[in-house]
């Protein structure tokens, strides 16, 4: 069973880094492209960030463009996002998603709040 | 960047009703969208991909249409374990959106 879980959210203060992580288990993570997408509450949702199986392609929002950085270690079948200069525009749930052009699954989201 | 903009923004409909929900892109996706489904506290699932591809254990009631701009997700008899926020999204090209997303309820 693919399962994604999300980890590392939390309140920070604007301007502040955060570090999230995403542990995949139930398929081969090194052989899938993978994505952050948010959502603010009460909003839609937003594509962040995506990166590809090996590492070779990275791409990012204009939002976050310069402020994070996606990355994954395929030795441990975990994403993360490093997230630097924090702003109250950033405070959404977090999602990690299997990429296969589609996203064909998702995990259940990690909350990211940014308050002084 | 692609523009997607999904209508209605807010749906109420009857148990048993077909229902209709819209995505329009700001130019030609070739057929590379996906519809997603998102129950109040859950994460988005995905319902159908590459326009009418029934993603595995989807029911049938649900379907997918369009090309070009133009972009259809049916219910084609309303349960009330459909009631969701649904959104589209385009994966033509990067960055990849989303539509503004489709609330329904039941009446």
């Known amino acids: 069973e693919v399962q994604l879980v999300e980890s590392g959210g939390g309140l920070v203060q604007p301007g502040r880094s955060l570090k999230l992580s995403c542990l995949a288990s139930?398929?081969?993570?090194?052989?899938?492209?993978m994505n952050w997408i948010r959502q603010a509450p009460g909003k839609g949702l937003e594509w962040v960030a995506s990166?590809?199986?090996?590492?070779?392609?990275?791409y990012y929002a204009d939002t976050v463009k310069g402020r994070f950085t996606i990355s994954r270690d395929n030795a441990k079948n975990t994403l993360y996002l490093q997230m630097t200069s924090l702003r109250s525009e950033d405070t959404a749930l977090y999602y990690c998603?299997?990429?296969?052009?589609?996203?064909?699954?998702w995990g259940q989201g990690v909350m990211v709040t940014v308050s002084s | 960047d692609i523009q997607m903009t999904q209508s209605p923004s807010f749906l109420s409909a009857s148990v048993g009703d077909r229902v209709t929900i819209n995505c329009k892109a700001s130019?030609?996706?070739?057929?590379?969208l996906d519809w997603y489904q998102q129950k109040h506290g859950e994460a988005p699932k995905l319902l159908i991909y590459?326009?009418?591809n029934l993603q595995t254990g989807i029911p049938s009631r649900f379907s997918g249409s369009g090309s070009g701009t133009d972009y259809t997700l049916t219910i084609s008899s309303l349960q009330p374990e459909d009631v969701a926020t649904y959104f589209c999204?385009?994966?033509?090209?990067?960055?990849?959106?989303f539509g503004g997303g489709t609330k329904l309820e039941l009446k």
């Open positions: 139930g398929f081969t993570f090194s052989n899938y492209g």
């Open positions: 990166i590809s199986s090996s590492s070779s392609y990275i």
């Open positions: 130019q030609n996706i070739n057929k590379y």
């Open positions: 999204l385009q994966h033509s090209s990067r960055p990849r959106t």
């Open positions: 590459n326009t009418n």
């Open positions: 998603a299997r990429e296969r052009a589609s996203f064909d699954y």
